[in-house]
C-alpha cells in the first residue's frame, strides 16, 4: 500500500513538472529574444571591432608595404651605387696600376740619371806629390765608377728606338754580364733578342729568347720570350715545335697575356 | 741690272709690282733699320724656305699649268713661291724662255729674294723643265716629264703633281705631297679626293662604307662594310676587282690597315666579351690571329709603326680609351697616352708617322676632340687645334702634314694643316652631303700609270 502511495505521489509531481504555464512559455520566449538580441549586439559590435582590426591591419599592411618599397627602392639604389662604386674601384684600381706603369718608367729614368751622376763624381785630381808618398801607400786617385744597370738599360734602350740596334745590343749584353743578378738582366737579355729580331737575324735571336728561358725561366719577361720564340718557329713552318711551344706558354705561365694568346693560336691552329 | 737699267721705269714697275705683292722678296728688301722717334708695326723675317720663282709657262694649257705648279709648292709648305706680274718680268723671262739671247737676269731675281727659277714649255710628249740656280747663275737640272691623258683629267694632274713634287725634291731635299690622294668616307660610301682637293670621286657605289686605308704600294685599299652579319672587311684593288677578307667572322669587323710590307692586315673583331685586333694575311686564306688581350675591353683603331715591328692602337682597357702601343704580334703592350688618376676624357685615333718619329691621335680637351701629336722618343705631347671638333688625323707620306675631319666650317670636313709651319688648316673637301666627310686617310705618293 505504502508502495502505491509513493508512487501516486511521484507520479504527481512529474506531471506538475511537465506542465508549463503559457505565462512560462512567454517568459521564455522573452528570455530568448532578449538572448538572440545580445547575441546579436554583441556580434555586430565584434564585427565592428574586426572590421576595425581589418581596417588597421591593412593600414599597417600597406604601411608596411610602403616601408618595403621604400626600403626596397633604397636597397637597389644602395645596390647601384655600391655597384657603381665597385666599378670606380676597379677603374681606378686600372688607372692605379697605368700610373704605376708611367711611374716606373719615370721610376727607371730617374734611377738612371742617378747613376749617371754618380758615375761622374769623380775623386779630385792628385796633387803633385813626392813620388814616395805614393809607393808608401797612399790613396791610389779614385777611377769613375762604371756605369749601373740602370744607367746601361737606359743608353741601350735609347739607342734601340735610334733603331741602332748593334749598339743597344752591346749595352744590353754588357749589362748582363756586369750585372747577371740584378732585376733589370732578364729584360736586358729579352730586349738583346729583340735587337737580333730587328736586325733580322732569326737565329740569334731565337737562342737569345731560349737564353732568357733557360737563365730567368721565372722572370716578367719569360712567356713573351717563349711565345715569340713560338710565333718564330712557326713563321720557319716548323708548326709541331711551335705547337709544343705555345702549349708550354699556356701550362707554364697560365696568367700571362701571352698565355691567352697561346691558348687562341692553339684553338686556330689544330 | 744692265740690261734693265736701259728702261728706268721698268725697273721701278717691277719694285713697285714686288713691294705689293710680297712674299719673300719684300722681307728681303725690306728696311731694317730703325728710325729715331715712335715705331709701330711688324718685322717680317724671310724665314729659311727657298723662293722659287716659277717663270711664265710656254705651250697649251700655260695657265693651269703654272697655277697647280705654284699651288703644289705653296701647299708643300717648304718652298716660297716668289709671285711676279708676268709682264714684269717679261723682258728677261722671254729671252731665257726661247732659250736664246741673254739669260735670265739672275742678280736681279736675286735681289728679288729668288733662289731658284722653274722654266717649263709643254711639249708634244709632255713638260720640258729647266731648273735655274740663281746664286750660281746656271741651270742645274733639265727634265722631261710625261703629261698623260686629257689635259685636267685625273691622269694628267697627276703627272703634273708628280713633276711638281719631283721639283721640290730637288729643290728643297724632301719629296712634295701634292701626287697623293686622300679617302674618305661620306654618306656611307667611301670617296677620293686629290692633296689639292680637286677630283672628288666616289670609289664604292654600294652598301654603307667606313674606314678606308690604304695598301703601302697604293695597289689596294681596305674599307668596312656593313653586311646581313655585322660589317665585314673588304680589300679592293683600285681600279679592279673588290673581294671579302675571308678571316672575318660575324658581328663587327672594323678599322683594317695594311703592314707597311702590304701582306699582313690588322683589324678590330668586336664580339659580346669586347673588341680585339686580328692579324692575318691580306691575302692569304690562313686563320685569323688574336693580338690583343682586351679581356673585355675594346681594342680598335690599330696603326703600324713605318718599321712594321710595332703597333699602336686604342684600348679602354684602362676604364677608358687611352692610346697603347705594344709590338705588332700583341706583346709587350704598354700605355702610350700619359692621363692623370681620375682623368675621365680620352683619346684615340692614333696615326703613326712615316718617318717613325710621331703619333698623332685625338684628345679630349674640355669636352671636344683637338688633334695633338706625342713624340715617341721623350712622349712630349703637341696640340694643333683648338677650333671646333677636329678628329681622326692621318699622317701625309712627308711626316709634315695631317689630314682630319673638323667641324671649324659648319659641316665636317677634311682639313689639312702643316706641323711645322702653326699656318691655318685649309680645307680639302667641300662635300654637299649632309653628314659631311671624316674618317680620311692619306695615300703614299702616287705615280701616273
Given at each position: 500500500m505504502k508502495r502505491r502511495v509513493a508512487l501516486l505521489v511521484a507520479t504527481a509531481a512529474l506531471n506538475s513538472a511537465c506542465f508549463a504555464t503559457r505565462n512560462d512559455v512567454r517568459i521564455l520566449q522573452g528570455d530568448v529574444l532578449a538572448m538572440r538580441g545580445e547575441i546579436a549586439r554583441a556580434d555586430s559590435a565584434r564585427s565592428r571591432q574586426m572590421a576595425g582590426v581589418a581596417t588597421q591591419v591593412a593600414s599597417l599592411l600597406a604601411t608596411l608595404s610602403d616601408s618595403m618599397r621604400v626600403t626596397s627602392a633604397r636597397l637597389d639604389r644602395l645596390r647601384g651605387d655600391t655597384r657603381t662604386d665597385l666599378y670606380d674601384i676597379q677603374q681606378q684600381l686600372l688607372q692605379i696600376q697605368e700610373l704605376t706603369g708611367q711611374s716606373q718608367r719615370r721610376l727607371q729614368e730617374l734611377r738612371a740619371q742617378m747613376e749617371e751622376r754618380a758615375s761622374q763624381v769623380v775623386a779630385p785630381a792628385p796633387t803633385p806629390t813626392d813620388s814616395t808618398v805614393a809607393a808608401a801607400g797612399a790613396t791610389p786617385p779614385a777611377q769613375p765608377t762604371a756605369p749601373g744597370p740602370n744607367q746601361l738599360f737606359q743608353l741601350a734602350q735609347d739607342q734601340m728606338r735610334r733603331g741602332s740596334y748593334a749598339t743597344a745590343r752591346a749595352g744590353f749584353q754588357e749589362l748582363v754580364r756586369l750585372y747577371?743578378?740584378?732585376?733589370l738582366a732578364p729584360d736586358a737579355l729579352y730586349w738583346s733578342a729583340e735587337a737580333f729580331a730587328a736586325e733580322g737575324n732569326r737565329t740569334s735571336s731565337d737562342s737569345a729568347y731560349t737564353e732568357v728561358l733557360t737563365r730567368y725561366?721565372?722572370?716578367?719577361r719569360a712567356p713573351t720570350a717563349l711565345y715569340k720564340l713560338a710565333l718564330s718557329l712557326d713563321r720557319q713552318g716548323k708548326r709541331s715545335e711551335a705547337r709544343a711551344a705555345m702549349d708550354r706558354v699556356s701550362r707554364e705561365y697560365p696568367q700571362s697575356d701571352e698565355a691567352d694568346l697561346a691558348r687562341d693560336w692553339l684553338r686556330t691552329n689544330r | 741690272m744692265a740690261m734693265l737699267a736701259k728702261n728706268r721705269w721698268g725697273w721701278l714697275m717691277v719694285v713697285a709690282v714686288v713691294w705689293l705683292v710680297g712674299g719673300w722678296g719684300r722681307a728681303a728688301a725690306q728696311d731694317t733699320t730703325f728710325k729715331e722717334g715712335v715705331r709701330i708695326g711688324l718685322v717680317y723675317s724671310p724665314g729659311t724656305k727657298p723662293g722659287v720663282l716659277i717663270m711664265p709657262v710656254g705651250g697649251d694649257m700655260a695657265d693651269s699649268i703654272h697655277t697647280i705648279l705654284s699651288r703644289d709648292f705653296e701647299y708643300g709648305d717648304r718652298i716660297n713661291v716668289v709671285a711676279l706680274d708676268p709682264s714684269a718680268v717679261a723682258e728677261a723671262t722671254t729671252a731665257a724662255r726661247v732659250g736664246?739671247?741673254?739669260?735670265?737676269?739672275y742678280p736681279l731675281y736675286a735681289k728679288l729674294g729668288v733662289q731658284v727659277l722653274v722654266q717649263a714649255n709643254v711639249t708634244a710628249v709632255g713638260l720640258h723643265v729647266s731648273v735655274h740656280n740663281v746664286v750660281k747663275k746656271q741651270i742645274e737640272r733639265v727634265r722631261d716629264y710625261p703629261l698623260l691623258g686629257v689635259p685636267l683629267s685625273p691622269e694628267w694632274r697627276l703627272a703634273l703633281h708628280n713633276a711638281a713634287d719631283d721639283l721640290e725634291f730637288f729643290v728643297t731635299g724632301t719629296r712634295g705631297i701634292s701626287s697623293t690622294r686622300i679617302l674618305y668616307e661620306s654618306g656611307g660610301r667611301i670617296w677620293q679626293v686629290d692633296?689639292?682637293?680637286?677630283?672628288?670621286?666616289?670609289?664604292?657605289?654600294t652598301g654603307t662604307a667606313m674606314s678606308p686605308a690604304w695598301h703601302p704600294k697604293a695597289t689596294h685599299m681596305a674599307y668596312m662594310q656593313f653586311g646581313s652579319a655585322g660589317t665585314q672587311i673588304v680589300i679592293k684593288e683600285i681600279g679592279g676587282p673588290t673581294r671579302i677578307l675571308s678571316s672575318t667572322p660575324g658581328g663587327l669587323n672594323t678599322t683594317p690597315v695594311f703592314s707597311p710590307d702590304g701582306y699582313t692586315m690588322i683589324y678590330a673583331h668586336a664580339a659580346e666579351s669586347g673588341a680585339d685586333l686580328f692579324a692575318v694575311n691580306a691575302f692569304g686564306s690562313e686563320p685569323a690571329r688574336r693580338v690583343t688581350v682586351g679581356r673585355g675591353s675594346d681594342n680598335t683603331q690599330p696603326t703600324f709603326s713605318p718599321d712594321g715591328r710595332r703597333i699602336a692602337f686604342t684600348s679602354s682597357r684602362s676604364g677608358h680609351p687611352e692610346v697603347y702601343i705594344s709590338d705588332a704580334d700583341g706583346t709587350n703592350a704598354d700605355i702610350l697616352t700619359t692621363f692623370n688618376f681620375g682623368d675621365q676624357s680620352y683619346r684615340g685615333s692614333p696615326d703613326w708617322s712615316p718617318d717613325g718619329r710621331l703619333i698623332a691621335f685625338q684628345t679630349q680637351i674640355a669636352g671636344r676632340f683637338q688633334i695633338a701629336t706625342i713624340s715617341l722618343r721623350d712622349r712630349s705631347i703637341k696640340q694643333y687645334t683648338s677650333e671646333g671638333v677636329n678628329e681622326d688625323p692621318s699622317w701625309a707620306p712627308d711626316s709634315r702634314h695631317l689630314v682630319f675631319t673638323s667641324d671649324r666650317g659648319g659641316t665636317r670636313q677634311l682639313w689639312i694643316l702643316d706641323?711645322?709651319?702653326?699656318r691655318p688648316p685649309r680645307q680639302l673637301t667641300r662635300s654637299a652631303i649632309r653628314r659631311g666627310a671624316r674618317l680620311g686617310a692619306w695615300s703614299p705618293p702616287l705615280r701616273p700609270h
Amino acid at each position: 500500500m505504502k508502495r502505491r502511495v509513493a508512487l501516486l505521489v511521484a507520479t504527481a509531481a512529474l506531471n506538475s513538472a511537465c506542465f508549463a504555464t503559457r505565462n512560462d512559455v512567454r517568459i521564455l520566449q522573452g528570455d530568448v529574444l532578449a538572448m538572440r538580441g545580445e547575441i546579436a549586439r554583441a556580434d555586430s559590435a565584434r564585427s565592428r571591432q574586426m572590421a576595425g582590426v581589418a581596417t588597421q591591419v591593412a593600414s599597417l599592411l600597406a604601411t608596411l608595404s610602403d616601408s618595403m618599397r621604400v626600403t626596397s627602392a633604397r636597397l637597389d639604389r644602395l645596390r647601384g651605387d655600391t655597384r657603381t662604386d665597385l666599378y670606380d674601384i676597379q677603374q681606378q684600381l686600372l688607372q692605379i696600376q697605368e700610373l704605376t706603369g708611367q711611374s716606373q718608367r719615370r721610376l727607371q729614368e730617374l734611377r738612371a740619371q742617378m747613376e749617371e751622376r754618380a758615375s761622374q763624381v769623380v775623386a779630385p785630381a792628385p796633387t803633385p806629390t813626392d813620388s814616395t808618398v805614393a809607393a808608401a801607400g797612399a790613396t791610389p786617385p779614385a777611377q769613375p765608377t762604371a756605369p749601373g744597370p740602370n744607367q746601361l738599360f737606359q743608353l741601350a734602350q735609347d739607342q734601340m728606338r735610334r733603331g741602332s740596334y748593334a749598339t743597344a745590343r752591346a749595352g744590353f749584353q754588357e749589362l748582363v754580364r756586369l750585372y747577371p743578378t740584378s732585376d733589370l738582366a732578364p729584360d736586358a737579355l729579352y730586349w738583346s733578342a729583340e735587337a737580333f729580331a730587328a736586325e733580322g737575324n732569326r737565329t740569334s735571336s731565337d737562342s737569345a729568347y731560349t737564353e732568357v728561358l733557360t737563365r730567368y725561366p721565372r722572370a716578367s719577361r719569360a712567356p713573351t720570350a717563349l711565345y715569340k720564340l713560338a710565333l718564330s718557329l712557326d713563321r720557319q713552318g716548323k708548326r709541331s715545335e711551335a705547337r709544343a711551344a705555345m702549349d708550354r706558354v699556356s701550362r707554364e705561365y697560365p696568367q700571362s697575356d701571352e698565355a691567352d694568346l697561346a691558348r687562341d693560336w692553339l684553338r686556330t691552329n689544330r | 741690272m744692265a740690261m734693265l737699267a736701259k728702261n728706268r721705269w721698268g725697273w721701278l714697275m717691277v719694285v713697285a709690282v714686288v713691294w705689293l705683292v710680297g712674299g719673300w722678296g719684300r722681307a728681303a728688301a725690306q728696311d731694317t733699320t730703325f728710325k729715331e722717334g715712335v715705331r709701330i708695326g711688324l718685322v717680317y723675317s724671310p724665314g729659311t724656305k727657298p723662293g722659287v720663282l716659277i717663270m711664265p709657262v710656254g705651250g697649251d694649257m700655260a695657265d693651269s699649268i703654272h697655277t697647280i705648279l705654284s699651288r703644289d709648292f705653296e701647299y708643300g709648305d717648304r718652298i716660297n713661291v716668289v709671285a711676279l706680274d708676268p709682264s714684269a718680268v717679261a723682258e728677261a723671262t722671254t729671252a731665257a724662255r726661247v732659250g736664246t739671247g741673254p739669260v735670265p737676269n739672275y742678280p736681279l731675281y736675286a735681289k728679288l729674294g729668288v733662289q731658284v727659277l722653274v722654266q717649263a714649255n709643254v711639249t708634244a710628249v709632255g713638260l720640258h723643265v729647266s731648273v735655274h740656280n740663281v746664286v750660281k747663275k746656271q741651270i742645274e737640272r733639265v727634265r722631261d716629264y710625261p703629261l698623260l691623258g686629257v689635259p685636267l683629267s685625273p691622269e694628267w694632274r697627276l703627272a703634273l703633281h708628280n713633276a711638281a713634287d719631283d721639283l721640290e725634291f730637288f729643290v728643297t731635299g724632301t719629296r712634295g705631297i701634292s701626287s697623293t690622294r686622300i679617302l674618305y668616307e661620306s654618306g656611307g660610301r667611301i670617296w677620293q679626293v686629290d692633296a689639292d682637293g680637286a677630283n672628288a670621286i666616289a670609289v664604292t657605289t654600294t652598301g654603307t662604307a667606313m674606314s678606308p686605308a690604304w695598301h703601302p704600294k697604293a695597289t689596294h685599299m681596305a674599307y668596312m662594310q656593313f653586311g646581313s652579319a655585322g660589317t665585314q672587311i673588304v680589300i679592293k684593288e683600285i681600279g679592279g676587282p673588290t673581294r671579302i677578307l675571308s678571316s672575318t667572322p660575324g658581328g663587327l669587323n672594323t678599322t683594317p690597315v695594311f703592314s707597311p710590307d702590304g701582306y699582313t692586315m690588322i683589324y678590330a673583331h668586336a664580339a659580346e666579351s669586347g673588341a680585339d685586333l686580328f692579324a692575318v694575311n691580306a691575302f692569304g686564306s690562313e686563320p685569323a690571329r688574336r693580338v690583343t688581350v682586351g679581356r673585355g675591353s675594346d681594342n680598335t683603331q690599330p696603326t703600324f709603326s713605318p718599321d712594321g715591328r710595332r703597333i699602336a692602337f686604342t684600348s679602354s682597357r684602362s676604364g677608358h680609351p687611352e692610346v697603347y702601343i705594344s709590338d705588332a704580334d700583341g706583346t709587350n703592350a704598354d700605355i702610350l697616352t700619359t692621363f692623370n688618376f681620375g682623368d675621365q676624357s680620352y683619346r684615340g685615333s692614333p696615326d703613326w708617322s712615316p718617318d717613325g718619329r710621331l703619333i698623332a691621335f685625338q684628345t679630349q680637351i674640355a669636352g671636344r676632340f683637338q688633334i695633338a701629336t706625342i713624340s715617341l722618343r721623350d712622349r712630349s705631347i703637341k696640340q694643333y687645334t683648338s677650333e671646333g671638333v677636329n678628329e681622326d688625323p692621318s699622317w701625309a707620306p712627308d711626316s709634315r702634314h695631317l689630314v682630319f675631319t673638323s667641324d671649324r666650317g659648319g659641316t665636317r670636313q677634311l682639313w689639312i694643316l702643316d706641323t711645322d709651319s702653326g699656318r691655318p688648316p685649309r680645307q680639302l673637301t667641300r662635300s654637299a652631303i649632309r653628314r659631311g666627310a671624316r674618317l680620311g686617310a692619306w695615300s703614299p705618293p702616287l705615280r701616273p700609270h
